[in-house]
């Protein structure tokens, strides 16, 4: 029997990154379905979240995820450019935020087709794993071609039909809360959520107790 889970995910968070692939993996070796839920990350939803978290929060969370990448072996780097818009002086966070709402939009397409797992992973590696101007060219074409869907379909889904997708994405962060949790990597299995890239052992002996069985 294939074991079905929803992973909510953002863009803009190191950790989604850093679980995405892992996950993949667990779908590639087992019988397993994990259908990717994209939201808007915390400087879209709450603007002033970095400057009411303490001094120390950020030096913290850069070691961190720096030694979590080096841990499990993943690329990583500062994305070039930030999928936020952001005044480095005064770090306000712009209106404007073309970069997250596009690649956002394609991720819930790419989820409408069953495909968002994949394409997050392919698209996190070029924003976290040292693509130089990520957003530009056919790089998350690339990433859209690797996930089985055809990126002008996408291209244009994401620009007639913004407001669906944007509603959807809105209903994925109401459903992360309805089950439980507010954050990202957020795996929800049977009606369990684990948050956090620290769980993925933990998520798997849950579902290894419900029966997950090797592909």
Known sequence: MTLTAELYFSFR????YLSVGRYRAMTEDN???????????????????????HPNWLGYTMRDMLRVAQFHDI?????????????????????????I??????????????????FAAEAGRMIWGGQENWHEGGHLAEALKAAGVDPAEIEAEIEGDAKSLDDEIAAN???LEAAGHWGVPTLVFDGEP????????????????????KR
Request: overall charge positive; hydrophobic content about 40%.
């Open 101 to 118: 709402r596009r690649v956002t939009r394609m991720g819930q397409a790419a989820a409408r087709r069953g495909a968002g797992l994949v």
């Open 75 to 99: 690329p990583f780097g500062a994305p070039r450019p930030d999928p936020i818009v952001q005044d480095t002086a005064t770090r306000k966070i712009s209106e404007d935020q073309p970069y």
């Open 194 to 213: 684990f948050f956090g890239q620290d769980r993925i052992e933990m998520v798997r002996w849950r579902m290894e107790q419900k029966g997950l069985a």
């Open 13 to 16: 968070s190191p950790y989604s």
């Open 31 to 53: 019988d397993l379905d994990i259908a990717l839920r994209p939201v808007w990350p915390l400087a879209v939803r709450q603007p002033d979240f970095f400057e009411r978290n």
């Open 173 to 175: 962060q109401d459903a």
